[in-house]
C-alpha cells in the first residue's frame, strides 16, 4: 500500500486548508484511516479517523468542531478540511491505514501499519 499526502502549506490563523491522502494498492472504503500531525518536539498524535467498520468519523477534541475528515470512494482519497486554522496546528500531517485495527484503537499511532510521507502545514499568526 501506499499513501500520498498532499495539500499543506503557509497560511494565517483563520484560514483553510483540505489535505488529500491518495491510496494504491489497497481500498481505503474497506479500511480504517487516520489523520495524524507531529509538531517540532512533540510526540505524533491523532488528529481524526474513519473507522473500516463503518462511517462514523472520529476527532481529537483539539480539532473538533473545526476538521472534517470525508472521502471520495471512487478516487480513493481520503480528506482532511481543515478550517479556522490556528498556530498551534503547525505540523506535518500524516495519513494513515491498516486494515484490521479496532475501535478502541484508532486513536494510537502504532496500530497503523501504512503511512504517508507527511505534509507540512504551517499557520501563522
Known amino acids: 500500500v501506499q499513501l500520498q499526502a498532499s495539500g499543506g502549506g503557509l497560511v494565517q490563523a483563520g484560514d483553510s486548508l483540505r489535505l488529500s491522502c491518495t491510496a494504491s494498492?489497497?481500498?481505503?472504503?474497506?479500511?480504517?484511516v487516520g489523520w495524524f500531525r507531529q509538531a517540532p518536539g512533540k510526540e505524533r498524535e491523532f488528529v481524526a479517523a474513519?473507522?473500516?467498520?463503518?462511517?462514523?468519523?472520529y476527532y481529537a477534541e483539539s480539532v473538533k468542531g473545526r476538521f472534517t475528515i470525508s472521502r471520495d470512494n471512487a478516487k480513493n482519497t481520503v480528506y482532511l478540511t481543515m478550517n479556522s486554522l490556528r498556530p498551534e496546528d503547525t505540523a506535518v500531517y500524516y495519513c494513515?491505514?491498516?486494515?484490521?485495527?479496532?475501535?478502541?484503537?484508532?486513536?494510537?499511532?502504532?496500530?497503523?501499519?501504512?503511512w504517508g510521507q507527511g505534509t507540512q502545514v504551517t499557520v501563522s499568526s
Open positions: 494513515a491505514t491498516d486494515p484490521s485495527i479496532i475501535l478502541s484503537s484508532i486513536r494510537v499511532p502504532r496500530q497503523y501499519e501504512y
Open positions: 474513519f473507522h473500516r467498520g463503518g462511517g462514523t468519523a
Open positions: 494498492g489497497r481500498t481505503l472504503s474497506r479500511q480504517t
